[in-house]
């Protein structure tokens, strides 16, 4: 069971300590009355992992919050997305809510970014997966309304730089990123032989190479991506367990592109 299992009051936050156990414990703690006495009798005492776990998590949906604000409006499709990231954690009716209050938490306009980000990066003790996994949410909440601006681009390439990520790394993940989301829309629409054109261009940048790649550079590119998302692996450097089935769901398109790439070279 994940640290999310064991929640109890604003006593988490209060362990982690620093903006995000600030952020963390505000939210929550308007959801649970036990707080530290209800810990009494208890030897719980959240280890490195469950502290990751609690960070990303805590990070996640403050820094979506921010993200979603940065073009001066808070979109429905915005909202839209942090609620399917809620839902496929499968979070019980009281940790929705504290998802849903560091959103809001996000938003605001003295919120800690820079410390919030400096405290993330320690706690996640250069867990390069698990900082991309949080770019990459990152990201996608920026596209979610369809427009990505100036603004946004510059506040997420802030958040790279914070988080040890150079500005052709964030290049990388954003095309990344676009190209998933094209590839997934091409694979729900009627196919013509444009589309499937593009579906196979998209493919590629989902793996990150080029169309003249050869075969080799492609399979190690596919291994490689595999291993960064592979969700029992993430969960073990801090990934919180209910972020699972967004793993899986990233490793399923994927083995879709590569699968794609594979059907038009014949290997």
């Known amino acids: 069971m994940s640290w999310l299992g ?3 009051g604003g006593a988490f936050g ?3 300590g620093g903006p995000l156990g600030a952020i963390f414990g505000a939210s929550v703690g308007h959801q649970f009355d036990t707080g530290m006495d209800g810990m009494a009798g208890e030897s719980f005492n ?4 469950q502290r990751v776990q609690m960070a990303f998590f805590t990070a996640t949906f403050a820094v979506m919050g921010h993200v979603a604000k940065a073009d001066g409006r808070v979109s429905n499709e915005e909202i839209g997305l942090a609620k399917r990231v809620m839902d496929n954690m499968e ?3 009281e940790l929705r809510e504290a998802a849903v209050q560091l959103f809001q938490q996000g938003k605001q306009v003295d919120f800690p970014l820079v410390e919030v980000l400096r405290q993330f990066r320690i706690e996640c003790h250069r867990r390069t997966h698990l900082v991309r996994m ?8 920026a596209f979610a309304d369809g427009v990505y601006d100036a603004k ?3 506040l997420l390439l802030d958040i790279c730089a914070q988080l040890g990520l150079s500005r052709f790394e964030y290049q990388i993940i954003k095309g990344q990123v676009q190209a998933q989301h094209r590839f997934q829309q091409s694979g729900e629409q009627f196919q013509t032989a444009k589309a499937g ?3 196979l261009e998209d493919a590629y940048a989902v793996l990150g190479v080029a169309a003249t790649a050869d075969d080799a550079d492609v399979k190690k590119a596919y291994r490689r991506l595999m291993s960064q998302h592979h969700p029992d692996k993430l969960v073990a450097k801090g990934l919180p367990e209910e972020m699972m089935q967004m793993a899986k769901q990233k490793t399923q398109q994927i083995r879709k592109a590569y699968e794609t790439i594979r059907e038009a070279r014949g290997f």
């Open 6 to 8: 064991k929640l109890v």
């Open 14 to 16: 209060f362990m982690l």
């Open 46 to 49: 959240p280890g490195d992992q």
């Open 91 to 93: 979070l019980n009716p």
């Open 134 to 141: 949080f770019v990459e949410i990152q990201i996608q909440a």
């Open 152 to 154: 946004e681009e510059k």
């Open 197 to 199: 054109l593009s579906k």
